[in-house]
């Protein structure tokens, strides 16, 4: 069943629905006209009783109840012991009751279906009723044919056979076609689906102008396709990023290469030329890296190892490790006191991004630069702040994108991923990170991170 399409299926239900729907509906009028026909041959034979019972109360029976007789009908007044008081001619002295019947009928009326009556060709319907008469009882029995509500049922009953499989065969093609009529919004879709490629990502499903289930479904599937461009848009220019920057260093690794080929004469030359190509060695093997964490990020697949830290042990290695960098470029490094605070997380991972969050400050800050630590709300934010500058306000919203400078025309050592491995960190960890203009001067940039219960 599942391998039928779905418009089949829904034509099949709708037919099968209606089937039932035809076949009870015409039980009900057939039970229902059938009914009414009794009851008018029932109301036909009471009349017929009530005038026979006049007769019995005022007249000679024996005389007149001959005149009683209708076209395919008969009357006759027997004695409670079955005995034929007054008849129709044509029934002769026969009695259509049985004594026990007679005697029945003269306590009280009743009405019975008989296949087969004295002068009445066919099914017959009779009535059987007491009448008073001449100071005794009588039974007064009175019938009629049903040949004509039999011949009317029959009528209903073919019209009943016929028009209703051609009714259901109508109502299942219209079915049919206002099935595919509704789904035709939806082929159409399928349709500009199957056109969508890479190269026209901007293109959108076409929407039916109804405000049904079927356009909150395009619209869906147009803001997923939204969504799908806004990545494929961001990992192109990721792909071209990564590519310039690969290119320069790469460019700048060959042409040392090719001069140290070309011109080293001395061993002191060609250790010069092989030191350099080592330093640009290095900035690959960081940009690689740098790319590598960004990817797995990206990919939800970036390796932690979370265990409970101490955040001052944690500040004070990082403290150490740039001690000797600073003190040469006549900077200092604050760290405030973070005593008794701990956080779940990778420490490796979590001094990488706070390695790049102060090399950032180095590098595009000034003055002293402060780390420290607060608790709140269940969140734990560790900043670091610097003097100089801060960043341009239009630079903000856009701080943490790969690739990003502040000032693209001076490209620096940089590459741009700093900041967007930090983020890329503190979410993996269920952080995330911010950046802001200090009031006075300077920068502040900070992950969050949840504080262990």
């Given at each position: 069943m599942t391998r039928v399409p779905i418009r089949l299926r829904v034509t099949l239900a709708f037919t099968?629905?209606?089937?039932?729907?035809?076949?009870?509906?015409?039980?009900?009028?057939?039970?229902?006209?059938?009914?009414?026909?009794?009851?008018?041959?029932?109301?036909?034979?009471?009349?017929?009783?009530?005038?026979?019972?006049?007769?019995?109360?005022?007249?000679?029976?024996?005389?007149?109840?001959?005149?009683?007789?209708?076209?395919?009908?008969?009357?006759?007044?027997?004695?409670?012991?079955?005995?034929?008081?007054?008849?129709?001619?044509?029934?002769?002295?026969?009695?259509?009751?049985?004594?026990?019947?007679?005697?029945?009928?003269?306590?009280?009326?009743?009405?019975?279906?008989?296949?087969?009556?004295?002068?009445?060709?066919?099914?017959?319907?009779?009535?059987?009723?007491?009448?008073?008469?001449?100071?005794?009882?009588?039974?007064?029995?009175?019938?009629?044919?049903?040949?004509?509500?039999?011949?009317?049922?029959?009528?209903l009953r073919t019209i009943l056979l016929i028009g209703g499989p051609v009714a259901l065969l109508l109502a299942s093609l219209a079915g049919y076609a206002v099935s595919g009529a509704a789904f035709r919004p939806v082929e159409a879709m399928r349709r500009r689906a199957a056109q969508i490629s890479a190269a026209e990502p901007n293109e959108r499903l076409p929407l039916p102008e109804a405000k049904d289930e079927l356009r909150r479904l395009g619209e869906t599937l147009n803001g997923m396709l939204g969504r799908l461009e806004t990545a494929l848009e961001r990992e192109r220019t990721f792909v071209d990023d990564a590519s310039h920057e690969l290119r320069t260093p790469l460019a700048l690794h060959k042409t040392e290469l090719e001069l140290a080929l070309r011109y080293a004469k001395t061993p002191e030359e060609m250790r010069a030329a092989i030191s350099s190509a080592i330093v640009e060695v290095d900035r690959l093997s960081a940009l690689a890296e740098d790319l590598l964490v960004l990817a797995r990020s990206q990919q939800g697949k970036l390796a932690l190892h979370l265990r409970r830290v101490r955040v001052a042990d944690l500040?004070?290695?990082?403290?150490?490790?740039?001690?000797?960098?600073?003190?040469?470029?006549?900077?200092?490094?604050?760290?405030?006191?973070?005593?008794?605070?701990?956080?779940?997380?990778?420490?490796?991972?979590?001094?990488?991004?706070?390695?790049?969050?102060?090399?950032?400050?180095?590098?595009?800050?000034?003055?002293?630069?402060?780390?420290?630590?607060?608790?709140?709300?269940?969140?734990?934010?560790?900043?670091?702040?610097?003097?100089?500058?801060?960043?341009?306000?239009?630079?903000?919203?856009?701080?943490?994108?790969?690739?990003?400078?502040?000032?693209?025309?001076?490209?620096?050592?940089g590459t741009g991923l700093g900041l967007a491995i930090v983020e890329a960190i503190a979410r993996a960890h269920r952080g995330s990170a911010h950046a802001a203009n200090r009031d006075g001067s300077g920068a502040d940039v900070w992950i969050e991170l949840p504080a262990p219960h």
């Open positions: 099968i629905v209606m089937a039932i729907l035809l076949t009870a509906l015409g039980f009900f009028v057939y039970s229902r006209f059938e009914s009414q026909l009794s009851e008018q041959v029932d109301q036909s034979l009471r009349t017929h009783g009530d005038d026979i019972a006049s007769l019995v109360a005022h007249k000679d029976l024996s005389r007149s109840v001959q005149l009683l007789g209708r076209e395919e009908s008969f009357a006759q007044v027997l004695t409670p012991d079955g005995g034929v008081y007054a008849t129709t001619p044509q029934l002769g002295n026969h009695a259509q009751l049985t004594p026990a019947e007679s005697a029945t009928a003269a306590r009280e009326s009743f009405i019975t279906s008989r296949p087969h009556v004295r002068s009445i060709q066919g099914e017959a319907r009779l009535l059987a009723r007491p009448a008073q008469g001449r100071g005794q009882t009588y039974v007064v029995v009175v019938a009629a044919t049903l040949d004509d509500r039999n011949e009317s049922l029959r009528n500040l004070s290695d990082v403290r150490e490790r740039f001690a000797v960098r600073l003190g040469e470029s006549g900077r200092s490094l604050s760290v405030e006191p973070a005593d008794g605070l701990v956080v779940d997380a990778d420490p490796v991972r979590l001094e990488q991004a706070l390695t790049n969050l102060i090399e950032n400050a180095i590098e595009h800050g000034a003055g002293e630069i402060t780390v420290r630590t607060t608790e709140s709300g269940g969140e734990l934010e560790i900043h670091v702040s610097d003097n100089g500058p801060g960043f341009p306000p239009e630079f903000l919203d856009r701080a943490f994108e790969r690739f990003s400078r502040a000032d693209p025309a001076r490209g620096g050592d």
